[in-house]
């Protein structure tokens, strides 16, 4: 077949694109632990995440999970954490760890080639690790450093307190760490944690690129033996509100405020959910939203204006945030209701909400692109109890959604006096 190349190629909007998710393989170690797979991709790398119950809603003691999480890797009854960052740099590899509400999470990538030198190492770190005292030192001399200076900042200090009058100060998506915390931490809390929730917890793997035929054999040799005993993951309510408009002066000369407007929402599991992620795209999601359009663009009040639903298991929230002059932080806000004023007064326009879902099925598409990001796809709908079903809901929900059903939603949920309004200077 000729190409004419007079003739220019058709536009086709992404909202007519016919969009799938690759299957993904499932199978079992010995010892039940649950293996997500995804083999695709055109070069010899692989990725594979250790998925444990060990978030900071396990722990007794604030930071006890984040902590025993990064020292995962800072020594093993084998190795110290030098050796153990030089085995790894050897063979090319990046390993990671991070703590998140409910899970913490190892992650290696890495040649495919490589992995059989690489898995028995992140063995010892489950099984292994012994977190030294001297490791645990500069951890928190590091830590409290960190945290001075953050505290410095308007937008860090706006972060934690919207999340603490959200979810309450001791729910584990609103506490929020200090100095006499981090000075509190104790090795035995560490290694206590650790056994029950590394050693002994309950554990998911997911594997994605280009993976070896022998993968079942090579993961259950390491793997399989662990104990995977079940952890009950604490389900924590949200504390009552009495007060919902908050102004916090952390600088006295501070030229800019920190603004967080937000209101609690249902989880993914709530019919509204991926319904109101279209509203929310229009109001303010990307870059040609309503909150950018009008407070970035026409007013000039903020280099970027931004909402979204928190991504988090048990409870979300939806939220703006901004940063914008001090002398502007009202006007700002005011502008915010504005929005979900026209929202809630009149349906949007066919042209406005097209470019809405071109937008949402091109981020679809997009995060689609490669075996680490399908995993990713897998991942989020595993974790939070969903099915396969949940990514075609999602794309059928952008494509047929109406403007009537959005002004809808808009009525029931972005109503100003549901939401906490917090600036801090």
């Known amino acids: 077949m000729t190409i004419d190349r007079k003739q220019a190629p058709p536009i086709v909007d992404a909202v007519n694109f016919h969009l799938n998710l690759k299957p993904c393989q499932q199978f079992t170690l010995q010892n039940g632990v649950p293996v997500y797979a995804v083999d695709a991709g055109a070069e010899e790398v692989m990725l594979l995440e250790w998925v444990f119950f060990a978030g900071n809603s396990q722990e007794e003691q604030n930071l006890v999970a984040a902590t025993t999480n990064f020292l995962l890797r800072n020594g093993t009854a084998k190795r110290t954490a030098f050796q153990i960052n030089e085995h790894f740099e050897y063979y090319g590899a990046y390993l990671n760890r991070s703590c998140y509400n409910e899970t913490a999470t190892i992650t290696l990538h890495c040649l495919t080639k490589h992995v059989a030198e690489l898995l028995p190492v992140v063995k010892e770190l489950i099984t292994e690790s012994t977190m030294p005292s001297e490791e645990l030192a500069i951890y928190q001399q590091n830590m409290k450093q960190r945290l001075k200076v953050n505290l410095k900042k308007s937008d860090f200090v706006a972060g934690r307190l919207i999340d603490a009058y959200l979810y309450g100060e001791k729910h584990p998506y609103g506490k929020y760490s200090s100095a006499e915390e981090f000075d509190a931490l104790e090795r035995d809390q560490l290694l206590h944690f650790y056994n029950q929730y590394y050693t002994q917890g309950k554990l998911i793997l997911f594997v994605a690129g280009k993976l070896p035929v022998n993968l079942e054999s090579l993961l259950n040799q390491q793997f399989g033996d662990l104990p995977n005993q079940a952890v009950e993951v604490k389900q924590t309510a949200l504390q009552p509100v009495t007060q919902k408009k908050f102004r916090i002066t952390n600088d006295p000369n501070g030229v800019q405020g920190s603004i967080r407007i937000a209101r609690s929402f249902p989880n993914r599991h709530h019919p509204d959910f991926l319904k109101v992620q279209v509203l929310n795209a229009l109001f303010g999601g990307f870059f040609g939203s309503r909150l950018m359009s009008n407070i970035r663009e026409d007013k000039g009040y903020t280099y970027g204006i ?118 801090v200077i």
């Open 306 to 423: 931004h909402s979204f639903l928190h991504n988090h298991i048990q409870h979300s929230s939806w939220m703006v945030s901004t940063e914008a002059g001090k002398d502007v932080c009202e006007a700002t806000i005011g502008e915010v209701y504005k929005e979900m004023k026209g929202l809630r007064d009149e349906p949007v326009g066919e042209e406005e909400l097209l470019l809405v879902r071109n937008y949402l099925m091109g981020s679809i598409l997009g995060d689609l692109d490669g075996p680490f990001q399908i995993i990713g796809r897998w991942k989020n709908i595993v974790l939070h109890g969903l099915t396969e079903q949940y990514f075609y809901d999602s794309i059928r929900t952008i494509k047929t959604i109406s403007a009537e059903e959005l002004q809808a939603l808009a009525e029931k949920y972005l109503q100003p006096e549901e939401f906490f309004e917090l600036v």
